[in-house]
Nanobody, 115 residues
Framework: QVQPVESGGGLVQAGGSLRLSCAAS????????MGWYRQAPGRQRELVAA???????NYADSVKGRFTISRDNAKNTVFLQMNSLKPEDTAVYYC?????????WGQGTQVTVSP
């Protein structure tokens, strides 16, 4: 299987910004959706944002107006611009890339937001 690789995580203060990137290794065709999920300790993994091949987007209510998802299909890359970060956004963020009959996940990148 192909494993997407995330980058851009780190430690920021509340109100700051981070931009996450996820590039899928290998030659991948027919991507239908790319998205970001996150998981905090003691919490279930949840959808943060997703974008389809047609450009439609979907966001969790908790991040609407603060996060923006975008993509570069030619590079099999998805981005997550995170603004006005809150301590509640602290989690491991995972990238997901899926097509017809397949689904790949990254290993995750840590995002920590201090008060």
């Amino acid at each position: 299987q192909v494993q997407p690789v995330e980058s851009g995580g780190g430690l920021v203060q509340a109100g700051g910004s981070l931009r996450l990137s996820c590039a899928a290794s290998g030659s991948i065709f027919g991507i239908n959706v790319m998205g970001w999920y996150r998981q905090a300790p003691g919490r279930q993994r949840e959808l943060v944002a997703a974008i389809t091949s047609g450009g439609s987007t979907n966001y969790a209510d908790s991040v609407k107006g603060r996060f923006t998802i975008s993509r570069d299909n030619a590079k099999n890359t998805v981005f997550l611009q995170m603004n006005s970060l809150k301590p509640e956004d602290t989690a491991v963020y995972y990238c997901r890339v899926a097509g017809n009959g397949w689904d790949y996940w990254g290993q995750g990148t840590q995002v920590t937001v201090s008060p």
